[in-house]
C-alpha cells in the first residue's frame, strides 16, 4: 500500500465541522466569557506559543491564575505560579545557550517538576523527548544517542540510568541534588538570568518513546497541535469539564498521559499527580483532591476491584464522574465490574503513540459491548479495511486504520506507519459490529498461526480471565516443530488460589474450538508489565513452565 491523498473539505463541511467543536468546547468550558483584559492575555499566549502547553498554561494563568493547575504529594502550583516557574526555567535554558531548535529529554516519575520542565521546554519551543523510566541503562544510553539531547531533566533516583549516557549532556535534576558536582538542579537553573523566551514561531514537538515490549523502543515524533480541533475531538465524547480535579493514574511519558496532562490545559483543570500508581495510592488521591476523574491504564483499573471491598469502601470516592481507561486493553470483564462497582463512569480510550486517538467507548457503550472500543469522536475517520484497502463489510474482521488532526511524522529513525487514502494503520485488527462500535481482537504481529488455524490471543486470554481465581492472564505463540506455532498461557492466581493446568484448559476447551486451547499452561506471581501496563511477551520464561 503506498499513501495517497484526499481533497480537502468543502467550506460548508468546515464550517459545520466548526460549528460541532465550538459546541463541544462550549459545553466542557473551554470557551468562556472573561474580561477584557483576561481574553486579550489568553489571545496573546495562543498568538506566541499557539495550543501547545506553553500556550494553554499561559493562557490558563491569564485565565483562572488562582486555580491549581497541578499538584503532586508534596508540592502545588496554581496556574500563575505554573506560568511564572517555567519562564524562570525556560529563561535559565536561555542562558545555557538552549534554543528552539534543541531536543531536551526528562527522565523521571510523576511530579510537579516534571511538568514545569515540560511546559518550559514548550516555551523555548525545543522538542521534548520523553524517556520511559522503565528502560535498562544501556537501553536508556541507545536512546540518547539515537536522539542527541542537549539537556537531561532527571529524578535523582533514576540517575543510574545515566551512568552510560553521553557525556556532554546538561543534568538537571528534577530535585535538589544535594552538592553533587556536575550538576544543576532545576532550582539553579530557574535562578539563572537568561533572555526572555522566545520560540520565534517554532512550535517544539513531542518525541514519545514506543511501548519497548520487543526491544530498545523507537521514538515517535508528535506534532504540535496547530489548533483547538484536537482538544474538541477527546472531548466530544470524552465528557471532561473545566470545573474538573484529575488524578493522572499513568505515566506522564506516556502518551494517554501526556495527551490528558494537555487536554487538562486547554480546560484550565487540575491535574493530581502520584509518583506510584497502586490501586490504594489512587483511591486515596481521590479522596484527598475531591478528583472528580482519574485516568489510568486497564491493569490498575483490575488491581482496583481485587481489593478487599472493605479496603475500597475505606475511601470516598462519590465525586468520580469520568474514569478513562487506556493504554492496554480492557477486557470485557474488568469493564463490566468496574461499572457494577463503581456505577457508569467508566470510559475506553483506544489509541497508540503514533495515531492519538482512534475511539472512545462511553459508559453505555461499555455496558451495550463490554470491551468494545466505541466509535471515533469528532473529526476522526475510522475504517477496517482488507490488506487491498478496501472497505471490510460490518462485523467481518480487517485491519484498522485511522485518521485525525496529530497522527505523528514518523519515528525519528525514519521509517513511518503504513498509510492508505490519508489513513494510518494502528497494527491492530478488529470489526465493527451492528451500532458501529469498534472491537479490537489482538494485534497483527500477535495473530497465532497452529497448523492451519489462525488465533488471537486476546480472545484465548479474555476466556481465561472469566475462570474464577485467575487474577491475571497472557497467552503468546511459541515455535513448535509440528504445528508452526503452539499456544501457552501464562496464569497468575488470586491470593490463595491454586489451579492446575488442566483446568485452565477445559474452561477453554468448553468455549472455545479445540484449536484456541493452549499446549501448555504455566503459573506464575506476577506478569512482567511496562509502567502503562504492557506485558512484554520477551521476559516471559521461553519454554515450558511449571504447573501447579
Known amino acids: 500500500m503506498g499513501q495517497s491523498t484526499t481533497r480537502s473539505p468543502s467550506y460548508r463541511a468546515r464550517a459545520a465541522q466548526l460549528a460541532k467543536e465550538t459546541a463541544v468546547l462550549l459545553r466542557a468550558g473551554v470557551l468562556a466569557p472573561g474580561t477584557p483584559g483576561q481574553i486579550a492575555g489568553q489571545l496573546g499566549q495562543l498568538r506566541q506559543y499557539g495550543p501547545t502547553l506553553a500556550g494553554s498554561y499561559g493562557?490558563?494563568?491569564?485565565?483562572?491564575?488562582?486555580?491549581?493547575?497541578?499538584?503532586?504529594?508534596?508540592?502545588?502550583?496554581?496556574?500563575?505560579?505554573?506560568d511564572a516557574r517555567a519562564t524562570a526555567i525556560a529563561r535559565g535554558l536561555g542562558a545555557h545557550g538552549i534554543g528552539p531548535q534543541d531536543t531536551l529529554a526528562i527522565l523521571g516519575r510523576n511530579s510537579v517538576a516534571f511538568v514545569e520542565a515540560l511546559v518550559a521546554t514548550s516555551r523555548v519551543g525545543a522538542d521534548a523527548l520523553l524517556l520511559s523510566t522503565f528502560l535498562s541503562a544501556p537501553q536508556t544510553r541507545e536512546v540518547m544517542l539515537r536522539e542527541r539531547?542537549?539537556?537531561?531533566?532527571?529524578?535523582?533516583?533514576?540517575?543510574?540510568?545515566?551512568?552510560?549516557a553521553p557525556e556532554d549532556v546538561l543534568v538537571v535534576t528534577l530535585r535538589p541534588h544535594n552538592g553533587r558536582r556536575?550538576?544543576?538542579?532545576?532550582?539553579?537553573?530557574?535562578?539563572?538570568?537568561?533572555?526572555?523566551?522566545?520560540?520565534?514561531?517554532?512550535?517544539?514537538?513531542?518525541?514519545?518513546?514506543?511501548?519497548?515490549?520487543?526491544?530498545?523502543?523507537?521514538?515517535?515524533?508528535?506534532?504540535?497541535?496547530?489548533?483547538?480541533?484536537?482538544?474538541?475531538?477527546?472531548?466530544?465524547?470524552?465528557?471532561?469539564?473545566?470545573?474538573?480535579?484529575?488524578?493522572?493514574?499513568?505515566?506522564?511519558?506516556?502518551?494517554?498521559?501526556?495527551?490528558?496532562?494537555?487536554?487538562?490545559?486547554?480546560?484550565?483543570?487540575?491535574?493530581?499527580?502520584?509518583?506510584?500508581?497502586?490501586?490504594?495510592?489512587?483511591?486515596?488521591?481521590?479522596?484527598?483532591?475531591?478528583?472528580?476523574?482519574?485516568?489510568?491504564?486497564?491493569?490498575i483499573l483490575e488491581r482496583i476491584l481485587q481489593l478487599p471491598p472493605g479496603a475500597r469502601a475505606r475511601y470516598r470516592t462519590e465525586k468520580l464522574r469520568v474514569v478513562a481507561s487506556s493504554g492496554s486493553a480492557l477486557t470485557k470483564d474488568v469493564a463490566t465490574r468496574f461499572q457494577d462497582v463503581f456505577g457508569e463512569v467508566l470510559y475506553n480510550v483506544y489509541g497508540s503513540t503514533e495515531i492519538s486517538w482512534a475511539?472512545?467507548?462511553?459508559?453505555?457503550?461499555?455496558?451495550?459491548?463490554?470491551?468494545?472500543?466505541?466509535?471515533?469522536?469528532?473529526?476522526?475517520?475510522?475504517?477496517?479495511?482488507?490488506?487491498?484497502g478496501n472497505p471490510v463489510p460490518q462485523g467481518e474482521t480487517g485491519r484498522i486504520f485511522v485518521g485525525n488532526d496529530l497522527l505523528?511524522?514518523?519515528?525519528?529513525?525514519?521509517?513511518?506507519?503504513?498509510?492508505?487514502?490519508?489513513?494510518?494503520?494502528?497494527?491492530?485488527?478488529?470489526?465493527?459490529?451492528?451500532?458501529?462500535?469498534?472491537?479490537?481482537?489482538?494485534r497483527e504481529d500477535d495473530l497465532v498461526i497452529s497448523?492451519?488455524?489462525?488465533?488471537?490471543?486476546?480472545?484465548?486470554?479474555?476466556?481465561?480471565?472469566?475462570?474464577?481465581?485467575?487474577?491475571?492472564?497472557?497467552?503468546?505463540?511459541?515455535?513448535?516443530?509440528?504445528?508452526g506455532q503452539r499456544l501457552v498461557a501464562y496464569v497468575v492466581c488470586e491470593d490463595g488460589i491454586q489451579l492446575t493446568a488442566g483446568?485452565?484448559?477445559?474452561?477453554?476447551?468448553?468455549?472455545?474450538?479445540?484449536?484456541?486451547?493452549?499446549?501448555?499452561?504455566?503459573?506464575?506471581?506476577?506478569?512482567?508489565?511496562?509502567?502503562?501496563?504492557?506485558?512484554?511477551?520477551?521476559?516471559?520464561?521461553?519454554?515450558?513452565?511449571p504447573t501447579q
Not at 59 to 82: G, H, I, K, Y
Not at 281 to 292: K, R
Open 149 to 164: 539531547p542537549k539537556v537531561i531533566f532527571v529524578d535523582m533516583e533514576l540517575l543510574p540510568l545515566l551512568e552510560q
Open 59 to 82: 493562557a490558563a494563568a491569564r485565565r483562572v491564575p488562582n486555580r491549581v493547575a497541578v499538584q503532586d504529594e508534596t508540592n502545588s502550583r496554581t496556574f500563575a505560579q505554573l
Open 408 to 442: 505523528f511524522e514518523g519515528y525519528t529513525g525514519g521509517t513511518s506507519r503504513e498509510q492508505w487514502d490519508g489513513l494510518m494503520s494502528t497494527g491492530d485488527k478488529g470489526y465493527l459490529d451492528h451500532e458501529g462500535r469498534l472491537m479490537v481482537v489482538g
Open 182 to 299: 556536575g550538576f544543576l538542579s532545576l532550582d539553579e537553573l530557574a535562578a539563572s538570568s537568561g533572555p526572555n523566551p522566545d520560540p520565534g514561531g517554532r512550535r517544539g514537538r513531542l518525541i514519545v518513546l514506543t511501548s519497548g515490549t520487543t526491544g530498545t523502543p523507537k521514538g515517535a515524533r508528535r506534532p504540535a497541535p496547530t489548533s483547538l480541533s484536537p482538544a474538541a475531538s477527546m472531548l466530544s465524547r470524552l465528557r471532561l469539564h473545566t470545573s474538573d480535579t484529575i488524578m493522572v493514574s499513568s505515566p506522564l511519558f506516556h502518551t494517554w498521559a501526556l495527551g490528558v496532562l494537555q487536554i487538562a490545559g486547554a480546560l484550565a483543570a487540575t491535574v493530581v499527580l502520584r509518583q506510584r500508581a497502586d490501586p490504594e495510592v489512587v483511591l486515596a488521591a481521590v479522596e484527598e483532591a475531591g478528583c472528580t476523574a482519574v485516568t489510568a491504564v486497564p491493569v
Open 451 to 483: 497448523g492451519a488455524e489462525k488465533i488471537y490471543p486476546l480472545e484465548v486470554e479474555e476466556v481465561i480471565l472469566s475462570l474464577p481465581g485467575v487474577r491475571e492472564v497472557a497467552v503468546v505463540g511459541r515455535p513448535d516443530e509440528e504445528m
Open 359 to 388: 475511539a472512545i467507548a462511553t459508559p453505555e457503550d461499555l455496558r451495550a459491548a463490554a470491551g468494545t472500543a466505541g466509535k471515533a469522536p469528532l473529526g476522526t475517520r475510522l475504517m477496517v479495511l482488507d490488506d487491498n
Open 503 to 545: 483446568q485452565v484448559q477445559d474452561h477453554v476447551r468448553r468455549r472455545l474450538a479445540r484449536f484456541a486451547v493452549p499446549k501448555e499452561v504455566g503459573f506464575l506471581s506476577r506478569l512482567p508489565r511496562t509502567p502503562t501496563g504492557k506485558v512484554v511477551p520477551r521476559l516471559l520464561p521461553n519454554g515450558a513452565v
